[in-house]
């Protein structure tokens, strides 16, 4: 409070007295408001309201016995409009998404919310001139990063504009064109507190991995930076500026880098890191995909000589796993659903013995 | 109680103009936004508390068509009432 009243002060150019007695008179005039009448609106802030709370039952924990909680009141506060819209305004680019399909799974969702944080991703780095390559790269983590990744990115935002708007003060000019992970990393680091660092570090750990695995022998410029960079920019905003052109340096240096690398196919992703559910299921949509493509050319071309071996279904097989067991690839299984004359490729259950087919390549 | 009432009321309780206090009200309020975008708690003792809050995503239906919406996550202003005034209301 005695923050808000010298703030207020300084605004008005009024004595610290002054200001604190309008501000005391002010909260007390709400106070006494709600006593004679049970709302007060004030324009540009919201509305109080006295609303009654009625009585419920509720069950002890301990006792799991029933007693009625006494309806009481309560004050309420609606915030205005316009202020409303001046707080949101970190995330006022997002609108009410409807979904398509009324029974959307699990998956679908998923999926969504992937969107979403790609969507903000690439608003993120649009606003920041980002060249192409790195867009793209910015982009793929977010999507790895399952159900928490979304939120964590969102969360971001906040402390990232406000950088922005503190950077672009200061330093007018000198904007981040050349933008890379570690500095959209960095500054969100610094101000958002634990839940956040713990939340990004999934996110960062996934960057991390990606940059190692494609760079290989030039990973380390990722954690050797932080630290240095975390403590320069906790200082106060002046320096902002200092660390701006000690990133952008830094990360001209690695750009070059990650433009070489070819970005790489969704696909490949899962299989070279154990990552979440979302891109399985992405990948697996792929694979499907593929399978459809080519199981039909395959079925041509190659012949069927003659029986391999004898194989008896267990509980937890299928015929892209058979496949996969004989042939080394999952592909192969409507050889095996013709050679064995399987009406329906879905009714293949515990205890059947199937024929494996002889391949032979037709050319 | 509107705007209006309120501020006359106020003019009365400090002995100034109408539209003094009108002015000194908006630059109160302006002070508050400021510090709440910064993400400041704005604490009056014997009153209360402003804090701005994160709500998350969520996914909402819309009664009469059944359509899923997905709402995004949203900042808002929260206010929480001091004890003391909780109390008088219980």
């Known amino acids: 409070m005695t923050d808000l009243c010298a703030a207020f002060a300084a605004q008005q150019n009024i004595s610290k007295a002054k200001s604190d007695v309008f501000v005391k008179a002010f909260f007390e005039l709400i106070k006494e408001g709600l006593e004679k009448d049970d709302t ?21 924990v301990n006792t799991g016995k029933r007693f009625e909680i006494k309806g009481h009141k309560k004050i309420s506060f609606t915030p205005d409009n316009s202020l409303k819209e001046i707080i949101n305004k970190p995330f006022a680019m997002f609108d009410i998404v409807e979904l398509e399909d009324e029974e959307g799974n699990e998956e679908q969702n998923k999926v969504n919310k992937a969107a979403i944080a790609t969507v903000t991703q690439e608003k993120e780095t649009d606003a920041e001139d980002v060249t192409g390559s790195d867009t793209i790269e910015a982009t793929e983590p977010a999507k790895e990063e399952t159900v928490p990744a979304p939120a964590v990115v969102k969360e971001a935002i906040t402390p990232e504009k406000k950088e922005e708007i503190k950077v672009n003060d200061n330093t007018k000019n000198e904007k981040t064109k050349k933008n890379d992970n570690t500095e959209v990393a960095i500054p ?60 952008e340096k830094d990360s001209i240096q690695e750009l070059p880098q990650t433009i070489e690398q070819p970005v790489p196919p969704v696909t490949n992703a899962p299989q070279t890191k154990g990552t979440p559910v979302c891109i399985v299921t992405l990948s697996e949509k792929e694979m499907n995909k593929r399978l459809a493509d080519f199981s039909l050319n395959d079925t041509l071309s190659f012949v069927t000589t003659g029986v391999l071996v004898e194989h008896t279904v267990t509980a937890d097989e299928t015929l892209t796993r ?37 391949l032979q390549s037709k050319n | 109680m509107n705007n209006k009432d309120f501020i006359n009321e106020l003019s009365k309780k400090v002995s100034l103009s109408g539209k003094e206090t009108e002015d000194m009200v908006n630059g109160l309020l302006a002070t508050i936004t400021e510090r709440l975008q910064n993400d400041d708690t704005i604490n009056i003792s014997g009153f209360g508390a402003f804090e701005v809050k994160k709500k998350m995503e969520r996914l909402s239906v819309n009664p009469k068509t059944g359509k899923r919406m997905l709402v995004p996550p949203k900042l808002t202003v929260v206010y929480k009432p001091s004890a003391t005034l909780k109390d008088k209301y219980k």
């Open chain 1, 40 to 60: 007060i609106k004030i324009s540009g802030f919201g509305v109080f309201k006295i609303i009654e709370i009625s009585s419920r039952e509720s069950v002890d």
């Open chain 1, 322 to 358: 058979i496949s996969n067991k004989y042939y080394g690839t999952k592909k192969m299984w409507p050889y095996i659903v013709k050679y064995n004359k399987m009406g329906n490729p879905n009714g293949l259950c515990k205890g059947m013995v199937l024929k494996i087919p002889v």
């Open chain 1, 188 to 247: 969100q680091k610094v101000q958002k507190s634990g839940r956040m660092i713990a939340g990004f570090g999934g996110l960062f750990v996934a960057v991390a991995i990606f940059a190692l695995f494609f760079m290989k022998q030039k990973s380390e410029p990722n954690p050797v930076e932080q630290p240095n960079e975390i403590v320069k920019i906790e200082t106060p905003t002046v320096q902002v500026s200092d660390s701006i052109v000690k990133t």
